[in-house]
Structure formats: structure tokens, C-alpha cells
């Protein structure tokens, strides 16, 4: 029975509900109607959200013959489609913005590129018709991989029930997947901030998600055995130039010993002893960087199959993360520091939000003194770096918050809590400011909420262009950063705007101003960290650059300085005998041209060597285990 029959046959309506982390955040409305379904998704997430509407036509048989995806505005108001597609015998005419074309469909499958979960539920119906249960994904030529992960009992509202974990591997890098039952009919979403799930299903959620987490764990097992490091042991890298993150200067003509994952020689390559034994890398003309940081990242259930390589690939071997489930989270990097798993090394911090309505993607929620305490204490028990508190998080709170974390050995960074200035969570004792859009909104503490409630990043968005980052009240703010020694942890590449179009000079304000404020930044003294949350790590170092920090302080900022922020800087950060070996040969002049870090030949993580392509090429493969 197909996915489609299996809902007609169901239900004329069913309203599946969108949990985030337990509470209803959306739901996802389906309507069938003769021969028509209608899908319509909505979910808010901090008075942000998505919103759309997939609509199909099916035919007697059940099977999809016409699908169309609409674009939906938080009132329900449904926007032309913006992408189609229509089976016409043995091909398929697929519209995607104002390109149409016609493929044939003979061994293809399809769905919506704005796709629901529901979405993914009716692509595993058709890969599991087809041999081996894989297909091109229409219109292009790339296979896609249907692995049924689990297949289990489990018990609803309806009693026992099949249910199947269905992964689908390439062409995506970061494989997605969803959960069905015995007929191939939706069940839940997996893993993630926001998770439709049938009404049935909803008591069983714990043990879905344990089941997933699991599969997960023995994925980043079996890439790690299959992704041997090109270079491990003891290892001499010779005739480097080598850049010492504490001067910023180049050592020419160096070479670095390595053994059992640390370094224990640096010195200039002519009289240098290589150890017997040692395996030798001639990095002539190249330049060794100290492993850089992402200090702004959020880790998944999935990261050690997607992020974790692509971080490596580019040369970040460490990672600080800031919102993320607690169990996926330590586990993650339990496996991750322990060299289990091919990934970077990771720092947690800890997401606290308060109660409200318009609360964040966590389920760690806080509104008396005795939980924002018992709250920190929980993260230093779990070996948490620091707390990050969010958008609703009452101010009275933070005063308790700090001394909490004072007592137990925490750093306190955050978004700025409404009904706060920058100014006034650096006075409360916040050690960092997460996302530069604060230093701008703060001045239009109104704006948050007239009109209407909006983001600190909307306004930012808006007030950015007409404010004179030069003037007497960015120069007193910065001031007071200066003076708390307050660390920036800015994400600046995520508030660029494209330079095109109808908006293009009020982008290009925008740009000019945050651009402008990093080096403000940059000559008061202000310490950086380079931190992505999702954006492009080397654009994000290319943002400092453009700004007109030099290069080798931006490199500074991505290794050693993002260390001693850490207090890691004993460990790592730098390339000096006794730290661990997280190194990345490049082939090119990082320290004049930081655009060279995308030619990065080698990294080394805790000693071991891994060639980017072969990182990259693990995301792309099923792995079975």
C-alpha cells in the first residue's frame, strides 16, 4: 500500500504536532480531498519559523502524479509555487523557480526540494519499490540510497506498531532520514530541534529518539574504522614554514617531530635530529598552521557522519559548541576526545532559556534562582566549559546565573537577555557577548518589540546601516568591552547580506557597518574568537581580513586566542614541543592571504593525519553498519 493510500484510507484530516524538545511548537496539517492532498507545515521558533505548503494530485492507484510546493506566510497565506513537478508517462516535467525541464522517470524518484518530513515518508515509498531501494533523485543524475536502520515494535495509543527508520544516503552530505510504520505511512521526524510526529506516536518518542542515537553512534563507529589516518605514529614534518601563533611571525624553513599525538620538536629543519623510524613529510613551500577553532558551532545526532568531517576537512580541529541536546552533546564529545570518532575536539557550553512562549530550541528552561542554580551545577557535574544564557532568560536571573557559575568554574556567555543593553550584561558579569547583531540592537531596545516582537538579528538587520559605528555611543560600548575584558564572539559572515538586487545598497550599509566594527573591535583591543554557527568557516576569517585585520592576527584569533579563551592554551592553540599535534599543513600563505587556507593539504588531529577528499568523500558513502 502506498504512503498516500495509507493516509486516505486513515484519516480525511490529521493534525501531526511539532515538538520541540517535548512541547508543541507547530503542527503539520494534512487534508486529503478526492484526489488531492494538502500538506500544510508551520513550526515558530523564536518568533521566527518555517512555513510552507506541499500540495499532490494522486491518482486511483495512490501513487503521486503532480506535486507543487507554496511558499506560506505565518497568517496560512499561500504564495504561486515555487517548484512543481508532473509525471506525463514515462517522463516528468520538474519547475523549480523559473527553470523547467523534462526528464525521463524510468528508474528516478522524486520529491520536493522544500520537502516535510511527510515528504521524506513518500520518497522511501518509492526507494523501497526499486531495487536494492535506491534511485536518481529527479532531475539530476545522483543516486539516492534508502537503508532501513531499525525496524522494531513499538507501543502507542494504538497499541503495538511496526515502525521502520528509514536513512536516506547521497547526494546530500549530512544523510537525513524519517520514521515510518509497517505500510510505509509517516510516523515522526528525527532527531532535531523541531519534530513532527504522528499524535499516536507521541508517547513514543523517548524510544524512537534512543534507537536513532544509537544507529548514529555505530555510523561515526564504522566511519572511524574506515577512515584510517594517512599519517599517524611518529611523523617529522620538514622544511615548513611554520606559524608561531604566539608572535605571528613565520619560521622559515622549520620541521616539527610527532609522537604519540604531540609535538616533541620544533626547530629549523638544518641540523634537526629526525627520530629513527619517524615517517617524513617534505612541506617545502608549504605553511603549518596550529589546528584552528569554531567557536560558535551546534552539534547534532548526525555531526560525526557530516560536520565533524567537513570542520576537519578545512582544518578546524576544535570546536566549541553552544546550544545542543545534552545527551547527544556529551556523548558526542566523550567518543570525539577520547579519538574514538573522527572529529575535531569539543567544548560544551551549556543553552539556558527561560519559560515564555517564545522560547528556543532547548528543553533546559529556567525561572526561579533555586533552577537557574541546580541548572549550571548540572552542566559543571556533566563537564560543561561554560553557560550561554538565551533570549528569555529573565534578567533578574542573572545576577544568580554568574555567581553559580563563579562557584563552579564556568564561563557565562550569551545572547543579551530582553529587558537588557550589552552594557549591562557585561556589568552583570556575561565573560562573552555571542553574536556582533547585540552591539547594534542594543541601541534600539524598543525595536525588539514595536512593531512587533522581533529578533535581536531583525533589528540588527535594519538599524545596522544608521549607525555610525565611529561615533560617541559605539565608542563608549566598546570602551566598556574593553575594560571587562569582554571576549566577541561575533558571526559576522552570518549577518552579510548578498550586495544584489533591490536591497542592494541597504546591504551593502549593512556589510560596510559590521565590517567596520570588527576593526573598531580589532584597535580597541577587544578579543575576537571566529565562531560560524552554521555559516562558512573561511569566509568567516575572510570577513576580518576584509575588515583590514591583518592576516596572521586572524590566524592568531582562530588558533592560540580561541585557546586561551577556552584556558586550553597549556594544550593547544599554538605549535610548541609538549601540545597535542592538531596541526594543518597548507598549501599556500595563510599568513598573507587568508583566502590559501582553502588549499589545506594535510590535518592533523591529536597526531593523526587525515587528506581533506578523503574526509569529504565519508560524507557521501552508506555505511552500514
Not at 524538545?21 to 507547530?26: K, L, M, Q, V, W
Not at 551593502?508 to 567596520?516: E, L
Amino acid at each position: 500500500m502506498s504512503l498516500l493510500l495509507a493516509l486516505a484510507l486513515a484519516t480525511d484530516t490529521l493534525t501531526y504536532p511539532v515538538m520541540n524538545h517535548g512541547r508543541p511548537a507547530g503542527e503539520m496539517r494534512v487534508v486529503r480531498d478526492a484526489d488531492s492532498i494538502i500538506v500544510s507545515y508551520s513550526h515558530i521558533d523564536r518568533n521566527r519559523g518555517r512555513w510552507v505548503q506541499n500540495r499532490y494530485t494522486v491518482a486511483a492507484n495512490g501513487d503521486v502524479v503532480a506535486a507543487e510546493s507554496r511558499p506560506m506566510t505565518r497568517d496560512g497565506t499561500v504564495s504561486a509555487a515555487a517548484e512543481s513537478y508532473r509525471v506525463m508517462g514515462d517522463s516528468v516535467r520538474i519547475s523549480r523557480g523559473s527553470n523547467t525541464q523534462t526528464v525521463p522517470r524510468a528508474g528516478g524518484v522524486l520529491a520536493l526540494s522544500n520537502a516535510t518530513p511527510l515528504d521524506l515518508a513518500f520518497l522511501a515509498q518509492q526507494l523501497l519499490r526499486l531495487p536494492d531501494g535506491a534511485g536518481r533523485l529527479l532531475p539530476g543524475t545522483a543516486r539516492t540510497q534508502l537503508v532501513i536502520a531499525a525496524d522494531t515494535m513499538v507501543t502507542t495509543a494504538r497499541g503495538a506498531v511496526r515502525v521502520r527508520f528509514a536513512m536516506f544516503h547521497g547526494p546530500s552530505a549530512s544523510p537525513r532520514g524519517v520514521w515510518i510504520d509497517g505500510s510505509g505511512a509517516f510516523v515522526a521526524g528525527t532527531a532535531d530541534w523541531f519534530i513532527p510526529v504522528h499524535p499516536d506516536f507521541v508517547g513514543a518518542m523517548p524510544m524512537l529518539r534512543a534507537i536513532e542515537l544509537d544507529y548514529r553512534a555505530r555510523i561515526a563507529a564504522r566511519i572511524a574504522a574506515r577512515l584510517a589516518p594517512t599519517h599517524s605514529g611518529d611523523v617529522v614534518i620538514e622544511n615548513a614554514d611554520v606559524f608561531d601563533a604566539a608572535s605571528g611571525a613565520i619560521l622559515s624553513a622549520y620541521s616539527i617531530a610527532i609522537s604519540n599525538g604531540r609535538i616533541t620538536a620544533v626547530a629549523p629543519t638544518r641540523g634537526f635530529r629526525v627520530p629513527r623510524g619517524s615517517r617524513r613529510i617534505d612541506a617545502r613551500g608549504k605553511t603549518v598552521i596550529p589546528g584552528m577553532w569554531d567557536m560558535h558551532t551546534h552539534i547534532f545526532a548526525s555531526s560525526p557522519a557530516s560536520q565533524s568531517l567537513r570542520d576537519l576537512a578545512l582544518g578546524v580541529t576544535g570546536v566549541r559548541d553552544l546550544a545542543a541536546d545534552t545527551d547527544a552533546a556529551t556523548a558526542l564529545r566523550d567518543r570525539a576526545n577520547a579519538l574514538q570518532i573522527v572529529s575535531p575536539y569539543i567544548v560544551l557550553g551549556g543553552i539556558m532559556e527561560g519559560p515564555q512562549r517564545w522560547y528556543g530550541p532547548t528543553d533546559v528552561i529556567v525561572s526561579t534562582e533555586t533552577e537557574a542554580r541546580a541548572t549550571v551545577a548540572r552542566y559543571a557535574a556533566m563537564g560543561y566549559a561554560q553557560v550561554k544564557l538565551y533570549n528569555l532568560v529573565h534578567p533578574d536571573l542573572v545576577p544568580t546565573i554568574v555567581d553559580e557559575a563563579r562557584k563552579q568554574g564556568l564561563r557565562v556567555s550569551g545572547h543579551v537577555p530582553r529587558g537588557l543593553t550589552v552594557q549591562a550584561a557585561i556589568r552583570l558579569g556575561f565573560n562573552e557577548i555571542n553574536h556582533a547583531a547585540f552591539l547594534f540592537s542594543t541601541f534600539y531596545q524598543d525595536s525588539l518589540y514595536v512593531p512587533e516582537m522581533r529578533a535581536y538579528s531583525a533589528v540588527a538587520a535594519i538599524v545596522a546601516p544608521h549607525i555610525d559605528v565611529d561615533g560617541a555611543p559605539m565608542t563608549a560600548l566598546l570602551a566598556d568591552l574593553k575594560a571587562h575584558n569582554t571576549v566577541i564572539d561575533g558571526t559576522f559572515n552570518l549577518w552579510m547580506r548578498p550586495e544584489t538586487g533591490a536591497d542592494s545598497l541597504a546591504a551593502r550599509a549593512a556589510n560596510a557597518a559590521y565590517r567596520r566594527l570588527i576593526k573598531r573591535l580589532y584597535d580597541t583591543g577587544i578579543t575576537m574568537v571566529a565562531g560560524t554557527d552554521g555559516s562558512n568557516y573561511i569566509e568567516e576569517l575572510e570577513q576580518y581580513e576584509r575588515a583590514g585585520v591583518p592576516a596572521p592576527a586572524v590566524l592568531q584569533m582562530a588558533t592560540l586566542t580561541s585557546a586561551k579563551v577556552m584556558g586550553l592554551d597549556a594544550e593547544t592553540g599554538s605549535i610548541a614541543v609538549g601540545k597535542v599535534a592538531d596541526l594543518v599543513i597548507v598549501n599556500g600563505k595563510p599568513h598573507e592571504r587568508i583566502a590559501d587556507l582553502r588549499n589545506v593539504q594535510l590535518v592533523f588531529r591529536a597526531g593523526r593525519g587525515y587528506e581533506p577528499a578523503k574526509l569529504t568523500e565519508q560524507m557521501a558513502t552508506v555505511v552500514i553498519p
